[in-house]
């Protein structure tokens, strides 16, 4: 099951992170890979990343109080105990619609997806672009969340029609 919630941050708090996400002074990092575990070559399967907070790795970035507050609203609307990780993705036009490789985010020992463990998409973009979960394509929507449970295979579609598609990524237990 996949949730869906229009309009996820009150338009104050969603445009001030949106002003973040497309300033120039937000640092992204190249992934030659969209999923970094995955044998994919492919030149065009790649996209731009800032992780904001990783439990797993112990790390997180001075950006990352930005962001925070999101925890809150989600706490709302989805059982949070835990933030495991965040992070923004930024697909670059390509001219092409780009379907990239499937996979579930969290995984443990003998690369098995994480039981119990739920994924966030907070899309800071309108465009062409979307998330594929479960072979059911959902369309990139400004302030737009998407939910659902680590154990669904899904993957990101590059955009035609705008220069980026921004999203933010959260994993919880």
Not at 7 to 24: D, M, R
Not at 93 to 109: E, F, G, P, T, W
Not at 119 to 137: A, D, M, P, Q, S
Not at 147 to 163: A, E, P, R, V, W
């Amino acid at each position: 099951m996949v949730r869906i919630k229009k309009n996820f941050l009150p338009s104050l708090f969603f445009n001030k992170l949106k002003t973040i996400v497309t300033s120039s002074t937000l640092p992204w990092y190249f992934n030659s890979q969209t999923v970094g575990n995955k044998l994919d070559k492919t030149d065009n399967h790649f996209m731009f990343t800032h992780v904001l907070y990783n439990s797993l790795e112990k790390a997180h970035s001075a950006w990352f109080k930005d962001f925070e507050p999101i925890i809150y609203f989600l706490d709302n609307k989805i059982k949070v105990n835990k933030l495991l990780r965040m992070k923004l993705n930024i697909y670059t036009n390509q001219n092409k619609r780009i379907k990239h490789v499937s996979h579930q985010d969290i995984l443990v020992s003998g690369g098995v997806p994480k039981k119990n463990t739920t994924i966030v998409l907070l899309n800071f973009t309108t465009c062409n672009g979307g998330t594929v979960i479960n072979g059911n394509e959902y369309a990139s929507n400004e302030n737009e969340m998407l939910s659902f449970n680590n154990l669904n295979k899904h993957y990101g579609i590059t955009q035609t029609d705008t220069q980026t598609r921004i999203i933010l990524n959260i994993a919880l237990d």
